[in-house]
Structures are given as C-alpha cells and as structure tokens.
C-alpha cells in the first residue's frame, strides 16, 4: 500500500504515496500491550517475594533507562551522571519526609523540577563538548557532587546515610508485600513509556534525533541546538529524579556512594538502553528484562561465592551485545521486521 | 544603500591562511548568484560566513537591511536563509522523509503537517518514490537531492546551494536547473556554487570568481568566463602569481 517499492507504477502526474508517519496515538494500542505483559508478569509470580522484588528493580531500572533514553538515546547525549539526578529526587523526598513529615508523593513535582532545573543548569557549558567528552565531563560531575554530598551531611546522612522508618501505607509509600512495590515501579515505567512515547513522536523528538545525527545539519535545518538538548535534558533529569523518590521508598536505607554509584546506577541506566536499543522506546525496557533478572539471580546464587560475578555477566552480555546486536534487541529487532515487510 | 544580502569587507583566518580575504559584495532579492572559484578558493568558506557556521575574523554580513552578524544559524534560517552541504550531510538514523521533515519543522509544530510539506519537497527533487527508505541507503546523487529537498523544507527566502550537481547525471542535472529556475520565478534567490560552467551559464546573469579567498572577478557569465584573470586562475592554476 504505502511501499514505495511499487510507486513507479503510478503516472509521473499522480501524487506518489507517502509512508505514514507514525502519530503519538498511533503508539497507544502496543504501548498498553506491552504494559499489560508486564502486568501480567507481576500476577504470574504472585505470592513469590523473590521475583516481585525482582520485577521491582527491573522495572525501576527499565523505567530510569527509559528516562536516560530521551537525552541518551534520541538526543544523542551520552550522560553517565544520571546518578546525580536520581540522588537529588531521593534526598528531596528524604528530607520533605523526615523533616516535615511529608508524604513522599509530595515530593515527586519538587523532586522533578528540582532537578531539572539543576541538569539545566549543569548542562549549559557541558553541552558545547562533544561525544565522549561530554560523557567524561557528566562522570566528573558525579564524583564532585558525590563528595559534596559526603560533605553536607545535614541533609545526606554523610557516610552513614539516612533512613526512612517503616510506616506501611499507601500514604506513606510504603508496603508490606513486594507485590505492591512491583505495580508501583510499573506505574513509574508506564509514566516514562507515555513522556518518551509522546517525545518521540513530536517536533521535539525529531529535532533531538537531528542533534544527535548531525548537529551542523539541524543547526542549518533552524534548531536551536543547546536549547533542544537542554529541553531534552530537563525532561530525563525530571523523570530520573521521580525514579529516585520512588527508590528511597522502596530501599528505605540510602547513602551518598549507593546513590551516586557510577556502576550501579550512572552507567547500568546507560547499558541498559545500549544492550536494549538506544533510542527506541521499548529499548530500555528489553534491556532492563534481560540484564536485570540475570544479575539479581547471579547475585543470590554466587554472590557469597565470587562477589562481583554480576559485573562480568553484564559485561558478557555488553559484549555480545555489541557483536551481534549493533542497535541492541530493539533496533535490530525493527530492522528485520522491515526487511521482510521490504521483501529486501 | 541596503542590498537584500550584503557582505562587506569580509575576512576569515585560519591560523595564517587568509580563507577569505576582503570580500564585499551584494545580492539583490530574486537574482540567481553563481559562485565559482578553483578548488580551495574559499568559495564555501564564504557560504558559512553567510549563512553563520563561521563568524568573520573581520567584516559585516547584513540581511534586509538588517545587520545578522551575531545571529548564529539557526537563527538566520529562522530568518530564510536555506542552504546545502558540499559534504552531503545527511541525517543517516533517518528515513528519506524523515530528513525532509526535519526542514519542514521550522514552520510547522504538528507532525503531519510537516509530512505534507516534506513529500511536497521530495516531490519536487524527484524523490518521492524513495520516501520509505532509509537515507543512509541513498546513492550520492540522491543524497545531494535531499539536501536540497530539506532546504526546499523550509520554505527559504534565500537558498545557497554548494554544489549539488557533483556526482549526477545529465538528466538529474537538467532537472535541477529546471527546478533552480521555478524556485526562482517563486521568489527565491539563489547564490549556487557550481563547477559545471555550463551550468553556470545556464544560472546566471552574474557571476562570482573567487580565488585564493579574494573576489577575482564579476560580471555576466560570459564576460567572466572570458577574462583572461580567470582563465589564468582555473588554468594556469599556482604557476602564477
């Protein structure tokens, strides 16, 4: 129908038909598909507290990898200071809690407009670096806002950390069951599917993939590039920050070099989406299924064993990932469903 | 007097090369500008000097009137400044279409709205039937036409064109001057790199030597084509002085 492949048949005079362009709405059938297999996940292991706790993780990690894509993956800025967001969301939500006794709820719009406005902030001259550079430049932020946070101990906890005592409630985000933790990181990675699902599919999201591909181009094409990727920035930061909230909730016990860990948070999120599919949409959620579980399973079976044996699977998967995946399971996988519909 | 795109006194250096050196010249709304020059004759300096890739090192550039120098270039295409790249540079993550639109997106916020004038654009470079396809798969030829094609996007005032025929064939040429020539009579102007001086013939009532970054030359395209100073440049290459 749409295939270009047969337009020569058609009269030079006659309009040629276009491929559709896909619309935010025309995303909304596979997007609720995909939300209700995870669902689904969520009741098959009902009563299992191993694998809700499981599933929780991966859908926070799939969710805070969805986030990093927007930036990462469609704009094409590859931060490994994601951590640094996430922490400000947390220690937001820490305090509001602790010292005035807020429900942490609460804290999901300050914790988002916080660190927005300060990725915003942090961005504008990293920004004008490029490619790996501006990779080295967001890891070298971590580290200094990780000794900050160490410093200022009034509001981390320093070295010792804080915690959230236990008051079970909805009100207070906090659950006996895992299962609850399970649908609450679901609806989190629900909340990021829908922001990358409506980006992707705006001005906003074609002008982000036009930075990432050829920044003279869009530049010429009339974008503003520091500003694309300064918009783009703010709405990873905020979600990322929402992550971190959520987070603090669910591990109760926090401190500076868990949150600001650079492998377990600042470049696991980033992993996550390149083992998935940079850019794609449900390209961090594949990746977040398939590296999550894995490692949480390695690390109750051998983590007593061989402490760090998490580390080398991951860095296992990265490398066949990158072998044999070049655009991870997501791109590849759009790729060959094109080609066949191509019959090329 | 306020010229529709004037350049004045126009100088840019890379360490001790004079790229562009003292170039002042203007162009009036509606002409068609050829611009020629031997290879690294600064003749795409120049274009990045106007459209904002590059600031001077010294010299104004001014746009209806308006002096645009500190405008980065984004802002100038805001203003309907269109143009092309040498080195096709196309955004390979994307469709044929999707390249397109990405000009379209200037004027347009909804997306299928800028699908209407992208297609309207690829239509006019004889790019249609390859919409579906991903740009990266493109040959040569085609990529220059979708340079054009996102330019055309836009819905330029002023289109600069760096030399889009390389690497096509006689039929995809005709076609382009054809096109260059309705864009015109639609209002556009047009300065066109071009090393084709048939072509350039076929353009221009003015033309524009460039050489060694200095304005050797200008004039119709047959007095030009004509002047010993440039036959001596194009031909006697560096032997002379």
Known sequence: ?344 | MTGFLEIRNASRHFGGLKAVDNVSFAVEKGEIVSLIGPNGAGKTTLFNLLTGQLAPTHGSVSFMGRDIGPLRPHQRARLGFGRTFQISKTLVSMSVLENAMIGAFLNDRALPDAARHAAAALERVGLAGVAGKRSGDLTLGERRRLEVARALAMQPHLLLLDEVMAGLNQTEVQEIIALVHQLNTEGVTLIVIEHNLKVVRAFSRRVLVLNRGQLLAEGTADAVLTDPAVVEAYIGGGASS
Not at chain 1, 77 to 96: C, D, E, N, P, T
Not at chain 1, 128 to 135: D, I, N
Not at chain 1, 318 to 339: P, Q
């Open chain 1, 1 to 344: 129908m749409s295939n270009p492949d047969t337009s020569f048949r058609a009269p030079p005079d006659t309009p040629v038909a276009m491929p559709r362009v896909r619309s935010f709405v025309g995303e909304l059938p596979l997007l609720a598909f995909v939300l209700a297999a995870c669902a689904g996940l969520i009741v098959f292991f009902t009563g299992n507290s191993f694998a809700q706790n499981l599933l929780a993780t991966t859908f926070l990690f799939a969710a805070l990898s969805t986030s990093w894509n927007i930036i990462g993956g469609l704009g094409g800025q590859f931060s490994l200071g994601h951590s640094v967001f996430f922490a400000f969301g947390a220690y937001i939500a820490a305090r509001m809690h602790l010292d005035l006794g807020l429900s942490p709820w609460l804290a999901l719009l300050p914790a988002a407009l916080v660190a927005a406005a300060f990725a915003m902030l942090v961005s504008w001259p990293v920004f004008r670096l490029r490619g790996p550079f501006f990779a080295i430049a967001t890891m070298a932020m971590t580290e200094v806002v990780l000794a900050l946070a160490m410093y200022f101990s009034s509001i981390t906890g320093g070295a010792q950390g804080l915690s959230i005592p236990f008051k079970a409630g909805l009100h207070n985000m906090i659950f006996r069951d895992r299962m609850s933790y399970a649908i609450l990181m679901l609806c989190f990675l629900a909340v990021t599917l829908i922001v990358m699902a409506a980006v992707t599919r705006s001005r906003l999201g074609y002008q982000l993939r036009a930075v990432h591909d050829n920044e003279d181009t869009a530049e010429a094409a009339g974008i503003d590039v520091l500003r694309t990727k300064l918009v783009g920035m703010g709405i990873s930061a905020a979600l990322t920050a929402m992550g971190g909230v959520f987070f603090l909730m669910y591990v109760r016990v926090v401190d500076p070099p868990s949150l600001f860990s650079l492998f377990d948070i600042g470049v696991k999120i980033a992993l996550i989406a390149l083992i998935g599919g940079i850019g794609t949409i449900y390209g961090p959620l594949l990746g977040a299924l398939l590296v999550v579980p894995l490692e949480g399973m390695l690390r109750a079976e051998l983590g007593g064993m061989m402490p760090g044996s998490n580390l080398i699977v991951l860095g296992f998967i990265l490398v066949l990932t990158a072998m044999y995946l070049r655009k991870g399971i997501a791109g590849t996988g759009t790729d060959l469903f094109a080609r066949i519909r191509g019959g090329r």
